[in-house]
DNA sequence: CACATAAGTGAACACTTGTACACATCAGGT
DNA sequence: ACCTGATGTGTACAAGTGTTCACTTATGTG
């Protein structure tokens, strides 16, 4: 989903084709338009509605049957977000099996949805500190979600059991800031360039690391 | 400097002030504008030269003696931000003088900071997964340089010495990286709330605590 | 089938935008 | 004293912007 079609069919004033266009079509297209565009390099504050509409192969008005302004787009986009997170997650719990190389594993699946989701992520790194307010907190709670998700999985993989419920909450709230940071690494190096993917990929585990040795050490200095 | 003047002489359409208007006068206006705006809850990659003049109190013509494009600015304002970076440094190193509370006394110098040039810190935050690649370089570059200081004082401090060069530098880039995510979160809060601002601060010193924690057990698991 | 509804279209609007040009003013060096 | 450059100003224009309106078409439910 969201791969960038290049506009199939042409300049058609009329929509003549016999096969339906399926209902929400245009939708997903102005979202993946829209991500298309911030995975060329365009900031998501930056873009317009003509722009998007444009990039989407569709006309300016056709936008607003389906969002009311680009920050309800972005919104929107977040909740699809929250889907790619979700898989994510899924895949990261199937498969990693040996728990001592928990962090590898998890790293490597993350660097491996990132790549895939190029403009997703993006959109997210951007948003971080994007100008709308919404769409901020939206990908705040996201990565809370994921934090606490985080925190249950060790909870039930009996890791880290002598941290308190806050501390353990503490710690995988800096996991998750610290891979969500290693974001801004991964997407400012050429895509393809997978030597320069394998180092950011070998620090993150190495800060992810160092973490859980801080966690393991933690209550010792609680005091 | 950087304040936000309300534009003191009016509309005049000729320059009748006796005194002279000292030069780089309005290169500093529009710089300053610029991160008014941005302060105001605007993205900076939004921003177009015609606005950045209004704000300014200047006319669209004028942004051409200074810079070449919005972009430009960006970069000379990165420059500013080291100045900010090089001056926080300085008083941190003069202000914290018991090695027990280093972190919390220096989160509590960068928390101040932060707040004294918010629009600053804000423009950083953006520019990290900005549009423009060179802003976004420059700020990775600030902020290479940042850890690379801190590294020299923990040094020079006698602190962490079983650690090797890398893994020091490792430590501080974590260290680095972790602060400049709570950056989103302090500039997430308004600026008033003193309570929300001191959960921040509480959290990043925590955060730090158990970063040094895992670096002080480090050499125990590099086998 | 008829009909309400959702989805798409093109034309038009009043603005805003980036940039270019020609001109005014002042500072400083020769 | 005069020129040169740096800086600031106003005007102009073509292109792009968000948004509204009236119109068509296809879908699904009664």
Redesign the pocket.
């Known amino acids: 989903m969201y791969t960038c079609e290049p506009d199939k069919r042409g300049t058609g004033?009329?929509?003549t084709d016999k096969q339906?266009?399926r209902?929400?079509?245009?939708r997903e297209k102005l979202m993946s338009a829209a991500l298309d565009l911030v995975g060329k390099g365009r900031h998501f504050a930056s873009l317009?509605?003509?722009?998007i509409t444009r990039q989407a192969g569709?006309?300016?008005?056709?936008f607003?049957?389906?969002f009311r302004?680009?920050d309800d787009l972005g919104l929107q986009l977040v909740d699809e977000l929250g889907l790619v997170l979700r898989r994510m997650m899924r895949e990261a719990r199937a498969n990693v099996l040996q728990a001592d190389k928990l962090i590898e594993e998890s790293v490597a699946i993350f660097v491996a949805h990132a790549q895939a989701n190029r403009s997703f992520f993006l959109f997210m790194a951007q948003g971080l500190a994007g100008e709308s307010r919404a769409v901020q907190e939206g990908i705040r709670s996201e990565m809370r979600f994921f934090a606490s998700e985080l925190a249950n999985d060790l909870r039930r993989l009996r890791l880290m059991e002598h941290l308190s419920d806050t501390d353990l909450d503490l710690t995988c709230d800096l996991v998750v800031r610290t891979v969500a940071f290693s974001l801004t690494d991964l997407l400012s190096v050429s895509a393809d360039d997978d030597y320069q993917v394998g180092q950011v990929r070998k620090r993150t585990t190495r800060f992810l690391q160092m973490v859980f040795v801080g966690a393991a050490h933690w209550n010792s200095r609680s005091a």
Chains 1, 2 share one sequence.
């Open positions: 004033k009329q929509m339906r266009r209902p929400g079509e245009t317009g509605i003509r722009e569709v006309v300016p008005t056709s607003y049957r389906h302004s680009v």
